[in-house]
Nanobody, 126 residues
Framework: QVQLQESGPGLVKPSQTLSLTCTVS??????????WGWIRQPPGKGLEWMGV???????YYSPSLKSRTSISRDTSKNQFSLQLRSVTPEDTAVYYC??????????????????WGQGTQVTVSP
């Protein structure tokens, strides 16, 4: 069974870069037809899809976050990472990593998510 685990600082200062890593076990991040990505949930709000990295290393981002977001991977460690630059208190949220499967990359943001990490709280505060 695929398992995902987020790690990273729980507190980030405004204007700094939020960095999280997701470690995957039970499956390879290079397996065809899967993407590995990040979703967040601010307090009192719904889930927000942030972006993914695909099996071939291609990346896809939410248009609203694209200018501040980078997703990368380390295949030797079976990990992928999120960097969110220039954070503000509005970036305070629970951040989840997850796997999605599909074929049509024109709708990659709609691929069903089948495995999730437990989530990690990140607070942006001075």
């Amino acid at each position: 069974q695929v398992q995902l685990q987020e790690s990273g600082p729980g507190l980030v200062k405004p204007s700094q870069t939020l960095s999280l890593t997701c470690t995957v076990s039970g499956g390879s991040i290079t397996t065809n037809s899967y993407t590995w990505g990040w979703i967040r949930q601010p307090p009192g709000k719904g889930l927000e899809w942030m972006g993914v990295i695909a099996d071939d290393g291609s990346t896809y981002y939410s248009p609203s976050l694209k200018s501040r977001t980078s997703i990368s991977r380390d295949t030797s460690k079976n990990q992928f990472s999120l960097q969110l630059r220039s954070v503000t208190p509005e970036d305070t949220a629970v951040y989840y990593c997850a796997r999605a499967g599909g074929i049509d990359r024109t709708v990659v943001a709609s691929w069903p998510l089948d495995y999730w990490g437990q989530g990690t709280q990140v607070t942006v505060s001075p």
